[in-house]
């Protein structure tokens, strides 16, 4: 699976924008991008992923640059509940032996300041 | 949907002993994960299964560590003998084996191995 390299930390303003970058240069062109996040002894929550078109729900946005290279995870309001651990992912597309695994690294830490 | 679920939350066990984490996958999903999580070595795959056959197994760190899956709605994770560095929180995922559907993680089993 291709790396992905994430900031370490982050801080934000409750009530703004929090904007996460995720750098993944060595993507390949069936590599999806997945974000999650995990709240302090919660197990890993989904928020959304993508392949090469920008995606919104109603957790958050993903806009992926036209290269795939890089992402960023948008929460648009941030609020005090979404200070988490928040984990950027490529994972390979389903037709591929083994492709349903999800490799995870160190995350960033986002804390969320009132 | 109860989610996926685990028990024990918590075990504590001394060195030496043999120790089973359950985990119940939501109903209708047919992938398996189980991951361990440490401070030093983060969220690590250790094995998981497509239609309760093991897939991938190579993060099982040795012989001490079994998973089995023994039908649609059950699996377990066996460490026998438990040593004090087994200590982590094992988590449990599931997902449908489809079109990049996202993982679902249960609560986790913390481990305390004395």
């Known amino acids: 699976d291709a790396k992905t390299t994430q900031p370490t930390s982050m801080d934000c303003a409750e009530g703004r924008a929090a904007n996460l970058p995720c750098n993944h240069s060595t993507i390949s062109g069936n590599e999806y991008v997945y974000w999650y996040r995990q709240i302090h002894s919660q197990g890993p929550q989904y928020i959304i992923h993508g392949l090469k078109n920008n995606e919104t729900n109603e957790m958050a946005s993903l806009i992926i640059t036209e290269d795939r290279k890089s992402s960023t995870l948008i929460l648009p309001h941030a609020t005090l509940r979404d200070t988490a651990v928040y984990y950027c992912i490529v994972r390979v597309g389903p037709l591929v032996q083994g492709a349903q695994k999800l490799v995870f690294g160190q995350g960033t830490r986002l804390t969320i300041n009132p | 949907d109860a989610g996926v679920i685990q028990s024990p939350r918590h075990e504590v066990t001394e060195m030496g002993q043999e120790v089973t984490l359950r985990c119940k996958p939501i109903?209708?999903?047919?992938?398996l994960f189980w991951y361990r999580q440490t401070m030093m070595r983060g969220l690590e795959l250790l094995i998981y299964f497509n239609n309760n056959v093991p897939i991938d197994d190579s993060g099982m760190p040795e012989d001490r560590f079994s998973a089995k899956m023994p039908n649609a709605s059950f699996s377990t994770l066996k460490i026998q003998p438990s040593e004090p560095r087994d200590s982590a929180v094992y988590f449990c995922?599931?997902?449908?084996?489809?079109?990049?559907?996202?993982?679902?993680f249960g609560n986790g089993t913390r481990l305390t191995v004395t």
């Open positions: 109903s209708g999903h047919n992938s």
């Open positions: 995922a599931s997902s449908p084996r489809q079109n990049n559907s996202p993982l679902h």
